[in-house]
Nanobody, 125 residues
Framework: QLQASGGGLVQAGDSLRLSCAASGRTFSGYAVGWFRQAPGKGREFVGALRWNGGSTLYADSMKGRFTISRDNAKITVYLEMNSLKPDDTAVYYC????????????????????WGQGTLVTVSS
C-alpha cells in the first residue's frame, strides 16, 4: 500500500515536497513513479525513480523544476517541486511498478501495479 502526502495550497513561485511512503512492503525491485491529474485532463507522467540504484526518469516538461529522491531508511520517495506555477495544480499520485534493471523505467500509468490515493496540490497566482 502506498501513501502519498504533502499536498496543499501554495502560491506561485513556492516550493513543495510530496512524499510517497510504502506501508508493509519494500520498494526493492520496483520503480516508483509520480503522476498528476489536473481537472478535466488525463493522468500525466511526472517522473520515476528506480529504487535499486536510484536512477531517475523525468518527463521533458518536468525537468529542471521537479526532483525525485528517496530515503532508504524510511522507505519513502519524494517529489520536490520548485518554482510552482498555477498550471501545476493537480492531484498528484505515486505508484509502484515492478522494474528489473534490464527494463526501461515505466512512464505510462498502465505499467504501474500499485497506486496511492493522491494528494492535492493547488497553486494560486
Amino acid at each position: 500500500q502506498l501513501q502519498a502526502s504533502g499536498g496543499g495550497l501554495v502560491q506561485a513561485g513556492d516550493s513543495l515536497r510530496l512524499s510517497c511512503a510504502a506501508s508493509g512492503r519494500t520498494f526493492s525491485g520496483y520503480a516508483v513513479g509520480w503522476f498528476r491529474q489536473a481537472p478535466g485532463k488525463g493522468r500525466e507522467f511526472v517522473g520515476a525513480l528506480r529504487w535499486n540504484g536510484g536512477s531517475t526518469l523525468y518527463a521533458d516538461s518536468m525537468k529542471g523544476r521537479f526532483t525525485i529522491s528517496r530515503d532508504n531508511a524510511k522507505i519513502t520517495v519524494y517529489l520536490e517541486m520548485n518554482s510552482l506555477k498555477p498550471d501545476d495544480t493537480a492531484v498528484y499520485y505515486c505508484a509502484a511498478a515492478r522494474n528489473p534493471y534490464y527494463l526501461s523505467m515505466p512512464s505510462s500509468p498502465r505499467e504501474y501495479d500499485y497506486w496511492g490515493q493522491g494528494t492535492l496540490v493547488t497553486v494560486s497566482s
